[in-house]
């Protein structure tokens, strides 16, 4: 099924091949920065879980305080 590619701009709808070349490369350029922003917040995710990976293993390597 080949659906026709479409942006919302303000609440309306616009079928992006009806566009100005200007506002397709405007769409163009949403795109890139979009699957910019989902790579980055996917390597985040990575980093975060390493993190905590490396905080629980210091917690195990640390003395514990007695109370």
Not at 12 to 29: C, D, F, H, T
């Amino acid at each position: 099924m080949d659906e026709e590619l479409e942006v919302t701009v303000d609440g309306i709808s616009y079928k992006v091949r009806e566009l100005s070349e200007e506002a397709q490369a405007q769409v163009s350029n949403l795109q890139f920065v979009d699957a910019q922003m989902a790579d980055l917040n996917a390597k985040l995710a990575v980093y975060q879980t390493a993190r905590n990976a490396y905080q629980a293993a210091l917690q195990q390597l640390v003395p514990r305080a007695t109370q």
